[in-house]
Structures are given as C-alpha cells and as structure tokens.
C-alpha cells in the first residue's frame, strides 16, 4: 500500500488528505481542526531499560519520550519495532493507518513465550508531557500457542497532544490475550487509536477500550477470527463530557466456520457532547455455523448531547446465529422520581444511575483487579460514585 508520505506529513499535512463528509467512514467526524494546532512530531527513544520499581498487582512497563522501561518476567520478549508491516484490512485507507506510515514508525513488540502463563497482568503507563507532540506509536502483542497474556494500558497527558496509536494482537492457537485499552489524555488533545487483531484456532481475544478523555477521539477497531473456533469479545465504553467527540468504528470479520464474536458498546453523553458508534460484522460464505451478537447502548444525560448509532450486519453465509441492535434514550423521569421519593436526590440518582449503565460494559471484564483499575478511573473523572 503505497502512500504520498509528503501529504501525510504532521509537520505539512495536506488539507485534501483530511477525511471529509462524504467519506462514510468519517461522516459525523471532522478532523479540519487538527491543522489549527501546530503539532510537532516527536521521536521516541528506542531504549529498553531494567525497571527497578515493583508492584504486586501488574508487572509495569512505563512508556514515554525517553523510551521503555520495565520489570517483565523472562517469559515476555521485547523487541523495538520500527519496521511496521500492514495487513490488508477495512482500515487500511484509512488517515489513521496513512500517519502511522507516513511519520516516525516507533514501537515494540511484546513477544509471550508458548505455553506460558504470567501471575498477573501487565501495566503499560503512557505519560507524554511535550505540549502539543505528536507520538505516532505501533505495539505488537504476540501470544504464542498455549500462552495467556492479560495487558493494561493506560494513556495520560499532563498537556495536549496528539497520539495516533496502533494496536496489533495476533493470538495463537489455544491462546487467549484480555486486553483493556483507557484512554484519558488532557482535554484538548486528539487521540487516534487502530485495533488489528486476529485470532486463530480455538484462541481468545477479549478487548476493553474506554474512552474518557481528549476532546476528539476515535478507535477503529478491526478483528479477524481467522480459524475454526476462534472466539472475540470486544468492549467498549465512551464517557463524554463538555463538548468532547468520540467515534467509534468497529468490524468483526468472520472469516471461517465455527466462529463466536460478542460486543457491547456503551456511551455517556453530557453537556454539548457527541457520540458515534458504527459497527459491522461481516460473515463470509464459508463461514457457517457461527454466533455474533452486537448491541449498542447510549444515554443522553443532557438535551443538547448528541449521538450517531449505525449497527450493521454483513451476512453471506445461511447457518449462523446473529444479532444486532441499538439503544438511545436519556434518564427515565420514573427512575428518577422513584430515588427522590425515598430520599434520594436527583443529583445523587443520576450518579446511580449512570454507575449501572456504565458498569455493564465494566462487568465484562473478568480479571477483578483490571476491573478495579477501570473503576478507578470512572471515579476519578465523576463519571461514577464511589
């Protein structure tokens, strides 16, 4: 897939390159205010350096401009990544994929032994604080047969910046990757974030991304369940506040018989808000015999947020079990109504409230001290009470 690299340049991007209304990708999403900002482009160190630190919950792995730095067991390999290749995927035209080509391509590749089993998950900390950078970033996740690997990644900024993030699991046979993404750079900030995943035979994925900061941001998120009995969970939650924009592309791709594929994405929308889902499952004609389930739900806790829901099934086989759906309502005045009738205040109830919505997304993830993590975040940003 070539490329005018020029064009794609962050210190020169080319308007004509930005991706406008008629592109049905990016039809409720305008990135001209990303030439408003004179971004420049910031080369992360290749570095890999001993973490002396410990923690009894994760193993740490700390990631900024100075380089990486770790305390990861033999059990993980890590390698610089700076050769990037691409597969063929619905996003490969996309002005995401086109800037992790065009600009500095630095990365790692976390590499799990086969057969092997870490005692607790992984911690990578991301904390860019070079106002107005831009970090192109791709991370490979290999997990070899047999092997389980459970990856936290947390993005944070102290300033604005711009982060264009690609994320690619490949999971092997009988393996399984549990895989949250949280994304809570500074308010003002733009984050960009690819997801392309592929599982094999009797492999499972379980992808979380929750998007709580920045004031544009969208995940593309691509997984391919290329084997028989290949299995995918992807999770999402968007919480939104003052006039913050989050799009979400998702598609599944059933490429073979026998294939399981489940998503819930859930968004919270206040203030002047916006949200947009648009999600797609595709079935090949050889793939019989498989389940997909998708839905998307969304709450509205004020008249002037804003949602966009465009769930798709893409169907070519005749034996397969799918479901599709979408939801978009704001607080029922009964619920409310009935807190405040037993003393509860409105302010109070809509905390409740949006606590339960959101902890349906929350609750899908299985490992209870990444779910605790997640929780933490949502309180620290009021999204929900402790």
């Known amino acids: 897939m070539a490329i005018n690299e020029t064009q794609y340049s962050i210190d020169k991007l080319d308007p004509s390159v930005l991706p406008q209304r008629g592109n049905e990708s990016w039809k409720y999403t305008r990135l001209d205010h990303l030439l408003e900002n004179q971004y420049h482009s910031v080369q992360l160190a290749t570095n890999i350096n001993t973490l002396s630190l410990s923690d009894e919950n994760y193993y740490l792995v700390n990631i900024n401009e100075e380089g990486l730095e770790h305390n990861l067991p033999s059990s993980v390999e890590i390698d610089s990544l700076q050769n990037n290749k691409f597969e063929n995927t619905p996003f490969n035209n996309d002005i995401a994929t086109h800037l992790t080509q065009a600009n ?31 970090i ?51 308010y003002g900030s733009l984050f960009l974030h690819s997801y392309d995943g592929k599982v094999l035979s009797n492999g499972t994925l379980d992808s979380m991304v929750i998007n709580l900061g920045a004031k544009l941001s969208r995940s593309n998120v691509y997984i391919n369940l290329a084997d028989e009995n290949a299995s995918c969970s992807a999770h999402g939650l968007y919480a939104l506040h003052r006039d913050q924009h989050h799009d979400t592309s998702s598609y599944i791709h059933h490429s073979m018989p026998h294939t399981y ?28 015999l498989i389940t997909a389930e998708q839905l998307n739900k969304n709450l509205l806790l004020s008249n002037k947020a804003k949602v966009n829901s465009r769930p798709q099934l893409e169907i070519y086989a005749d ?48 490992n209870l001290t990444m779910r605790s993590e997640i929780i933490n975040h949502l309180i620290q940003k009021n999204i929900v009470r402790a």
């Open 104 to 134: 500095n391509k630095m990365g790692y590749q976390f590499s799990v032994v086969k057969n092997s089993s870490l005692d607790k998950p992984i911690m990578i900390k991301y904390d860019f604080k070079n106002k107005l950078a831009y």
């Open 136 to 186: 192109n970033l791709h991370n490979e996740f290999i997990v070899n047969s047999g092997s389980k690997l459970e990856v936290f990644e947390d993005f944070s900024s102290s300033v604005n910046v711009f982060v264009n993030y690609m994320a690619k699991p490949t999971v092997e046979s009988n393996a399984n990757f549990n895989h949250v993404i949280i994304q809570d750079t500074k």
């Open 261 to 288: 594929s489940f998503q819930l994405y859930k968004g919270i929308m206040d203030d002047e808000s916006h949200g947009v889902f648009t999600g797609k499952v595709r079935v090949e004609k050889d793939a019989q």
């Open 319 to 366: 034996d397969v079990k799918c479901a599709h759906g979408s939801t978009t309502g704001q607080m029922s005045e009964d619920e409310l109504f009935y807190f405040e009738s037993r003393g509860i205040k409105k302010e109070k109830a809509r905390g409740i409230l949006a606590r339960a919505f959101a902890y349906d997304v929350v609750l899908k993830q299985k």
